[in-house]
């Protein structure tokens, strides 16, 4: 089987699923990456045959999208021919994670696709979403790669299609201890500001992970460490709590080793909102923004409530067992709506 799949390289949760669920996916056959985007940090060691710059989003200095630098980036004559230009038709299965030009590759050449991840959840109305909806996050959410069917990943099980994270094994097989530090990552603020708000806690030890320093360098209560999917899963485990955005890999790992969790969600990202929502219901803080409040919401955190853990109930071999199952029944589908079409045409010319 030749399977094609498609990854979002719009931050770095999409790029460390797709690397927890490739060896599950070759065991049935050979697997091609189309990696689209050019905002991840994460070193990307996947079998990718085809890149793009595909329709990125990028972030402000306080917490906020760039909106400037993403109109810049933009090229819809671009996109529409990469999407003619993508061989979907030699493959046997077409695997899309969140990722637009695929999707509309497969319009322009009417191959099926499965629509696979932490979005294609919210293809169900009983998926969380913040007491305000935005119609524009909404559209989105549910037009921006869409597919033949879905299996979606979520905190929980809100619909029949929906299953749970899928974690890296380096975090199923952890056992959790506390050094007493806090891990951070917070893309969306800049250096500087994460550097305000969290010095203003000088008994309290930070790691914050950056795009911008190459070795671990301290300054005050804070260890700036670059940006290393295995570094930052080994500062998790060993952490008293973790601050970050509301993003779903990172909050889900800190859910599942049981941690506790701040999350201070990117400004204007209607996703985001919505999986603060989902988040909350496990107990965890949300704070709209890093302010000079932030220093005492941190304390209060801290000697609060540790939030619900997440439970697993589907692990990684049987979710990529159940995209194979989608995958027979689709071509089941087509090939009855194929025969249809013979059997009405037949009755036409009889």
């Known amino acids: 089987?030749?399977?094609?799949?498609?990854?979002?390289?719009?931050?770095?949760?999409?790029?460390?699923?797709?690397?927890?669920?490739?060896?599950?996916?070759?065991?049935?056959?050979?697997?091609?990456?189309?990696?689209?985007?050019?905002?991840?940090?994460?070193?990307?060691?996947?079998?990718?045959?085809?890149?793009?710059?595909?329709?990125?989003?990028f972030y402000g200095n306080r917490g906020g999208l760039d909106y400037v630098k993403m109109a810049k980036e933009l090229s819809l004559l671009r996109i529409i021919k990469e999407a003619r230009a993508l061989p979907l038709e030699q493959y046997d299965l077409v695997i899309n994670d969140f990722e637009c030009i695929t999707a509309l590759a497969c319009q322009f050449?009417?191959?099926?696709?499965?629509?696979?991840?932490?979005?294609?959840?919210?293809?169900?109305?009983?998926t969380p979403r913040p007491a305000?909806?935005?119609?524009?996050?909404?559209?989105?959410?549910?037009?921006?790669?869409?597919?033949?069917?879905?299996?979606?990943?979520?905190?929980?099980?809100?619909?029949?299609?929906?299953?749970a994270p899928i974690l890296k094994q380096s975090v199923l097989d952890a056992t959790p201890v506390n050094h007493g530090h806090i891990?951070?990552?917070?893309?969306?603020?800049?250096?500087?500001?994460?550097t305000k708000y969290l010095s203003a806690l000088p008994d309290q030890l930070f790691h914050v992970f950056s795009k911008h320093y190459q070795t671990d360098t301290r300054i005050g209560n804070i260890i700036f460490k670059p940006i290393d999917n295995t570094a930052f899963t080994n500062s998790m485990i060993q952490a008293a709590g973790v601050i970050t955005g509301?993003?779903?890999?990172?909050?889900?790992?800190?859910?599942?080793?049981?941690?506790?969790?701040?999350c201070v969600p990117i400004k204007g990202q209607y996703e985001q909102l919505c999986n603060?929502?989902?988040?909350?219901?496990?107990?965890?803080?949300?704070?709209?923004?890093?302010?000079?409040?932030f220093a005492d919401t941190v304390y209060q955190w801290l000697g609060g409530p540790m939030p619900q853990p997440l439970q697993i109930a589907h692990d990684t071999a049987?979710?990529?067992?159940?995209?194979m199952e989608t995958a027979a029944s689709l071509k089941q589908e087509a090939s009855a709506f194929e025969q249809y079409q013979l059997d009405q045409l037949s009755l036409k010319f009889r």
């Open 183 to 194: 891990s951070v990552y917070l893309s969306h603020y800049s250096d500087a500001v994460v």
């Open 246 to 262: 509301a993003g779903f890999e990172t909050p889900a790992e800190a859910l599942y080793l049981q941690k506790k969790l701040l």
């Open 318 to 323: 049987s979710i990529v067992s159940l995209v």
């Open 1 to 57: 089987m030749k399977i094609f799949y498609a990854v979002q390289a719009t931050g770095n949760g999409h790029i460390a699923r797709a690397k927890a669920l490739m060896p599950f996916l070759q065991k049935y056959g050979q697997v091609d990456v189309f990696l689209s985007g050019n905002n991840s940090h994460l070193k990307v060691d996947l079998p990718v045959k085809y890149t793009s710059k595909g329709v990125s989003l």
């Open 109 to 126: 050449k009417r191959i099926q696709s499965i629509g696979f991840g932490h979005q294609a959840s919210f293809q169900s109305v009983h």
């Open 276 to 293: 603060a929502a989902a988040i909350e219901k496990f107990g965890v803080p949300i704070v709209p923004q890093l302010n000079h409040q």
């Open 132 to 163: 305000q909806k935005d119609w524009v996050g909404e559209l989105i959410l549910n037009h921006y790669a869409k597919s033949s069917k879905y299996i979606g990943l979520h905190f929980e099980r809100y619909d029949d299609f929906i299953y």
